[in-house]
């Protein structure tokens, strides 16, 4: 459903979303169309790559396939963090916490992504926020494992 729900933002926005055989990768974005690599099996990973290309809509400035430019790391980065939010975000890690989800595969499957796609976001959030944050009355911890605490 979130796939379905990422489509119908990505056509609002004006953009077309096809499903084509791509060989080096998984998603791609050039100008208002985005395509998404055929033989990904799941709708879930499909959530998920779309969401990271439509962080390149919104964030992306120019060509920035060259990885090995500085400006253009951060350009990915920011648009990885883009879709790390929309799909995830510190409040959908506090609501699987609070749906009693206690393990990384249960989140995941709670949030609608991979795994995968989970690790890298809470890799990305040490990076943004350090060992942890706080949200209302909330504490996230990214090291050692992810895990959430209420303040009382």
């Given at each position: 459903m979130i796939y379905e729900a990422l489509l119908d933002e990505a056509h609002q926005e004006g953009l077309t979303v096809k499903e084509k055989p791509l060989k080096y990768n998984n998603g791609r974005i050039k100008g208002k169309r985005i395509a998404i690599?055929?033989?990904?099996?799941?709708?879930?990973?499909?959530?998920?790559?779309?969401?990271?290309?439509?962080?390149?809509?919104?964030?992306?400035?120019?060509?920035?396939?060259?990885?090995?430019?500085?400006?253009?790391?951060?350009?990915?980065?920011?648009?990885?963090?883009?879709?790390?939010?929309k799909l995830i975000g510190l409040t959908g890690i506090i609501q699987a916490f609070r749906a009693g989800c206690h393990s990384r595969h249960e989140t995941a499957e709670y949030l609608g992504v991979t795994e995968?796609?989970?690790?890298?976001?809470?890799?990305?959030?040490?990076?943004?926020?350090?060992e942890y944050t706080k949200i209302d009355n909330y504490i996230i911890f990214f090291i050692p494992n992810l895990a959430v605490m209420e303040e009382v």
């Open positions: 690599r055929k033989d990904i099996e799941t709708t879930t990973e499909k959530a998920c790559v779309l969401a990271e290309e439509l962080g390149h809509y919104h964030t992306t400035v120019g060509d920035i396939t060259d990885l090995s430019d500085p400006q253009n790391r951060k350009q990915e980065r920011q648009a990885r963090l883009w879709g790390y939010n995968q796609f989970l690790q890298e976001c809470i890799d990305c959030y040490t990076e943004k926020y350090g």
